[in-house]
């Protein structure tokens, strides 16, 4: 009865649900997130939010937080800047996590805005996250994503006389869908679509296209379907490259 009481409080004050939590367990998670959601609370109440089991941890930055949309148990860790100037908006879907140095930027200076951010819910990325929103950013519901992970949603193209400085920007915008899997460190670049259920191997730089279902890994990341047992699938055995 004590813990389904337990599971019941951490899930009225953070919008997180944990079955059969015992006293040890609720003594862990307010040493590690105590601070926070009372920081998150009182963030809450002076912009005349609802506390929704915000969590922020220290030395977090919001620029125009007034365009952020924030769901149920959001958890922002400590050093994170977020600057929400997109068009239409950043949005973190329930039970967002961005750990700890997460950098989100919609503009740079005066130039042009980002169109819009949305991270579905449920979707957790790692701490040094580096995500610059050209064009619009959208994540999935339910990816993981590994640390030092960095998407670039706009590209630089050459001016007259060759130079990147004085170059044009484009911007098409990434897409990624649901249930994906990337690993640390991996960069997508701009006008890359990930499909639904993909993996992205540690450290892979993504250039095209990833159809759904499809394993993408290394620089440049070349895409493909598993099939076969799974010591095949290991070994590389039976692999379909459709990439070429």
């Known amino acids: 009865m004590a813990e389904a009481g337990f599971s019941a409080l951490i899930r009225l004050l953070t919008g997180r649900?944990?079955?059969?939590?015992?006293?040890?367990?609720?003594?862990?998670?307010a040493q590690?997130?105590?601070?926070?959601?009372f920081r998150g609370f009182a963030w809450s109440l002076f912009h005349l939010r609802s506390p929704r089991g915000l969590m922020l941890g220290s030395g977090i930055k919001f620029i125009l937080a007034d365009r952020l949309r924030l769901g149920r148990g959001v958890s922002l860790g400590r050093g994170c800047y977020l600057d929400c100037s997109a068009e239409r908006g950043v949005t973190l879907g329930n039970r967002v996590t961005i750990r700890e140095y997460g950098w989100l930027q919609c503009r740079s200076g005066l130039n042009d805005k980002a169109g819009e951010v949305r991270i579905g819910e449920r979707v957790y990325i790692g701490p040094f996250a580096v995500i610059g929103a050209g064009g619009d950013v959208i994540i999935g519901p339910g990816c993981q994503i590994?640390?030092?992970?960095t998407l670039s949603a706009e590209s630089h193209q050459p001016g007259e006389d060759g130079s990147y400085v004085k170059g044009r920007v484009q911007r098409k915008g990434i897409s990624i869908g649901r249930d994906c899997w990337i690993g640390n460190n991996v960069c997508i670049l701009d006008g890359?679509?990930?499909?639904d259920r993909c993996t992205l191997g540690a450290g892979s730089v993504v250039t095209r296209n990833v159809p759904d279902g499809a394993t993408a890994y290394g620089v440049?990341?070349?895409s493909v379907i598993q099939g076969g047992t799974k010591d095949e699938i290991r070994s590389g055995v039976n692999d379909k490259d459709i990439d070429e």
């Open 17 to 29: 649900s944990y079955p059969n939590v015992t006293l040890g367990e609720v003594k862990y998670l």
């Open 32 to 37: 590690k997130g105590g601070f926070e959601w």
């Open 146 to 149: 590994g640390a030092r992970f």
């Open 192 to 195: 890359v679509r990930v499909g």
């Open 220 to 222: 440049p990341a070349r």
